[in-house]
């Protein structure tokens, strides 16, 4: 898959493409539904399928106040679309600027000049171009002006719900990792690098790797069975026990990400640490000592093996 840091940086003389655009933040099913639609036309067409994206998120430039947390970085979100196939993804700068082009510019410009788009697909709500003025019906009418189609899918559903980036992070946000992970298609995933925390679960006999918080939508305070990968696409995954929170226990203000590797062994600091969220054990609380935490923990990690698969 190639990847192009604008529009402008597409390169030229290739032909038409089949083209997509959007946010695919998570890459979900949905975003992969599209991925598999313009993969199939594209290669009808002997075409390169391509995905127009942009970065920094759109709402973090025209309103920072209702930008949600991202579900995936943008090296995450691009390996994801690699996984889907698509050949060749434009992450193109959301300025300003950008913000204030009309919607049909907008078209004319990035889709057609730019990408030279002979079909385009997208969803049935997609919005474009200032004050997102521009919808559905206007990208098909500019596409039969221009000379490229205009294909739209209709909401994806999975075991009765709508799948959309919005309702996986509502669920994040509620603990609900087993049932954002079937909208996902895949466990969510959040990457740190490994920091040296206060040492209180080693004097416990529990230690515990403690992440930078990354700038990924977290999921909510609790404890939590986790596949754990060691280094940037690592393929070995080891069984975890995650905890987030506060650590009242403790009197602890700050909150953090904690992660007990239940095979012990290599000392992981100064590492990325991969940790895909399988399934909430139980709400974050206060104990009445190290040794009634460290009791529990233990419990918790008999029960993370077992949603796990693994053997104690």
């Known amino acids: ?15 038409r493409t089949v083209l997509t655009v959007g946010n695919f933040d998570g890459v979900h099913l949905a975003h992969r539904e599209i991925c598999r639609l313009i993969n199939a036309e594209a290669a009808r067409r002997g075409a390169r399928s391509a995905v127009l ?12 106040e209702r930008c949600p947390a991202l579900m995936t970085a943008l090296d995450e979100k691009l390996a994801r679309l690699e996984e889907q196939g698509v050949s060749a993804v434009v992450v193109h700068p959301f ?5 204030r082009t009309p919607a049909e510019e907008f078209v004319r ?3 057609h000049e ?3 788009a002979g079909r385009v697909v997208v969803g049935f709500n997609f919005r474009f171009g200032k004050g997102r003025a521009g919808d559905v019906g206007l990208l098909r009418a500019e596409g039969e002006r221009l000379g490229f189609e205009t294909q739209t899918v209709e909401p994806y559903m999975f075991e009765g719900r709508r799948v959309s980036s919005t309702e996986i992070r509502r669920l994040l946000a509620s603990g609900e990792v087993e049932e954002a992970a079937k909208l996902l298609g895949q466990p969510h995933l959040v990457a740190g690098l490994v920091v040296p925390g206060e040492g209180r679960g080693r004097t416990i006999g529990i230690p515990t790797a403690n992440l930078e918080t990354p700038p990924v ?6 404890v939590y069975a986790c596949w754990a990968r060691i280094g940037e696409r690592a393929s070995a995954r080891h069984p975890a026990v995650t905890n987030i929170g506060r650590r009242p226990t403790f009197g602890g203000e700050r909150r ?10 290599r000392d992981v600091y100064g590492e990325t640490l ?23 923990i233990r419990r918790d990690t008999g029960e993370a093996r077992g949603r796990l698969g693994v053997q104690g």
């Open 217 to 222: 939508l977290i999921p909510a305070n609790g």
């Open 274 to 296: 991969r940790l895909e969220f399988v399934s909430r054990l139980r709400e974050e609380r206060k104990f009445s000592g190290p040794e009634a935490l460290a009791a529990q």
């Open 256 to 265: 953090t990400i904690e992660a007990h590797l239940l095979e012990g062994g």
């Open 109 to 111: 410009r990035l889709l």
């Open 114 to 116: 730019g990408l030279r």
């Open 53 to 64: 994206t942009f970065d920094p998120h759109p709402l973090s430039v025209v309103a920072p």
């Open 95 to 99: 300025t300003p600027e950008l913000a």
């Open 1 to 15: 898959m190639d990847v192009f840091r604008s529009v402008a940086s597409f390169p030229a003389g290739e032909g």
